[in-house]
């Protein structure tokens, strides 16, 4: 089978949840012999040059704002002969910008749903919200088949766009760090409770850092530490400042999945206090590590995490307070809740994805 995807993602990202997706996903297409293209020149994104040779850097070493809508216009106007051209048998663009639609000529294309934070959430999702809305739904109604990476993201798909069950095939996603080992990051503090990704909006990482704040304080060799993300704004100093933790926070980066894992592994916690996920991709790292984890009681979690998390109302602060404590102050739930996540893992795969990924692409060939 002859699989065509964009450059839309690998424009948009450089590294995150929806790329490393696709990186999966295509890398195993390839395993199972299907012939893979992959449209996409420039891209400053980790995972596609190991997908395919010749991709150039754009500016990697300017900050320049909407460095990524850039690329991903650079890409549309030097690159997509194939889509072009036709000779493809199945398209999967890998974001939800419409500009494929005219060029399709009638072939088939399959669309993967994350979430419905775009429409559940538009104040907390930053710009340019009314024009993704409004390329989502085109993009979604359109296709011929949608992928939803959990049930809670297709029972939000039939709620919020009147969509049949039918049209919608639930694919569950691997984890990220299945088989990786783990390489030591120097300068982590000794004691910590781990909080990954992205901090803004939906997130809800100001007031976890709120509920928490007082364990800091209490703890003297306890930190906050937040693994990527990027660097703390001044509205994050600021309230760790008022809150009296300034220096009981750290941001750290990481190279590769092998320095996250370490990162993950010598964590006391990971907390996903999020309002809203899709799925959730942290908590199958967290644990294939071995990291007890907190999760928020909504929307796809505790459906990924099954009995394998101690949950909260994300919404509580005594909630998410009293969780923690539990956590780190009682050894038999700690290991007890590890014991259940590496059972848990056992239900999710990259390889599950792709075959059962690669069976939609066949029911419309």
Excluded at 86 to 94: A, R, S, V, W, Y
Excluded at 161 to 188: A, Q, T, W
Excluded at 294 to 308: L, Q, Y
Excluded at 309 to 326: F, G, H, L, Q, T
Aim: aromatic fraction near 14%; charge should be positive; charged fraction near 25%.
């Amino acid at each position: 089978m002859k699989i065509l995807y964009d450059y839309q993602i690998f424009s948009f990202q450089e590294y995150g949840g929806i790329s490393r997706y696709f990186y999966e996903l295509i890398k195993g297409m390839e395993k199972l012999g299907n012939e893979v293209f992959i449209d996409g020149r420039f891209s400053n994104n980790i995972f596609l040059p190991k997908l395919k040779g010749g991709v150039k850097k754009f500016l990697p070493d300017y900050k320049l704002p909407y460095k990524n809508i850039l690329l991903f216009y650079l890409n549309r106007f030097l690159d997509g002969e194939r889509l072009k051209k036709g000779n493809f048998d199945i398209f999967h663009p890998t974001y939800y910008h419409p500009y494929f639609l005219p060029l399709l000529k009638g072939r088939p294309y399959v669309v993967t749903v994350f979430d419905m934070t775009h429409e559940l959430f538009p104040d907390k999702c930053g710009g340019f919200i009314k024009k993704t809305l409004e390329y989502k739904r085109k993009v979604v109604l359109g296709a011929n088949k949608i992928i939803a990476i959990s049930e809670s993201t297709k029972n939000d798909l039939i709620r919020l766009y009147g969509l049949s069950k039918s049209k919608i095939e639930v694919i569950y996603l691997g984890n990220p760090l299945e088989g990786v080992r783990p390489l030591k990051v120097p300068s982590l503090p000794a004691n910590y409770i781990l909080y990954v990704g992205n901090r803004s909006g939906y997130k809800n990482f100001l007031f976890f850092v709120e509920s928490i704040s007082t364990i800091l304080i209490r703890e003297k060799d306890l930190f906050l530490v937040c693994a990527g993300g990027g660097d703390f704004s001044s509205q994050e100093s600021k309230l760790f400042s008022k809150l009296g933790i300034l220096g009981k926070v750290k941001q750290v980066s990481f190279k590769s999945d092998r320095e996250l894992a370490y990162i993950y592994k010598k964590a006391k916690v990971y907390v996903l206090p999020s309002l809203y996920e899709g799925f959730g991709l942290t908590v199958l790292e967290a644990f294939s590590m071995g990291c007890p984890v907190i999760a928020s009681n909504r929307s796809s979690i505790p459906e990924v995490c099954g009995k394998a998390a101690v949950y909260v109302n994300p919404e509580d602060r005594e909630s998410i307070k009293i969780a923690v404590e539990k956590v780190l102050s009682d050894e038999d739930v700690r290991n007890h809740i590890v014991y259940l996540g590496f059972l848990t893992l056992k239900r999710f795969s990259w390889a599950k994805t792709v075959t059962e990924t690669l069976n939609v692409y066949k029911s419309l060939c």
